[in-house]
């Protein structure tokens, strides 16, 4: 019996520093960072479905998803926001209180004019000098990085942190 409890326990002490292992690293993030500024400097304008093209345009999710596509991010697919959210398609993320926020978590939200596409907008915190900025496909602007308030603070659904592999 005391051989199945150490088993046991040393087996959960593995999911936990594999779990920990398994976030997204520096280098990933990084670059990530490096590919979001790089693209929000183009200013692409927005394209609902839009994911390959900058001169075409990109949507909310096809911007974070080509950024993290040319940041090399492993197992990452094309997909929408909502299932960023769900951690479907190579998307996994654990979900993190606001205030823990850092660079390169996914914010995502539930707009109040249009309350049925939960989680349906999604954006990547960036770290500017006065603080997080949110970067995120505008349907009216494009790929914008604006201040982190007003509506992107209070409309906020929840974040994630990025981990590899589903």
Known sequence: ???????????????????????????YRRCFARELRFIVGKN?????????????????????????????IPGIKRTTAFRMALGIDGWSASEILPEQAQECDLPFWTWSTNPTRINGHVGVFLREQSGLAVAHASERRGVVLEPWEGKLRTDLSKVMRLIIGD
């Open 1 to 27: 019996m005391r051989l199945l409890r150490s088993g046991l326990s040393l087996l959960l002490a593995l999911c936990f520093v594999t779990s920990e292992a398994a976030a997204l690293s520096e280098d």
């Open 44 to 72: 692409p304008k927005y394209v609902w479905g839009g994911a390959s093209d900058l001169e075409r345009g990109v949507d909310c999710s096809g911007y974070v998803f080509l950024a993290a596509k040319w940041a090399g």
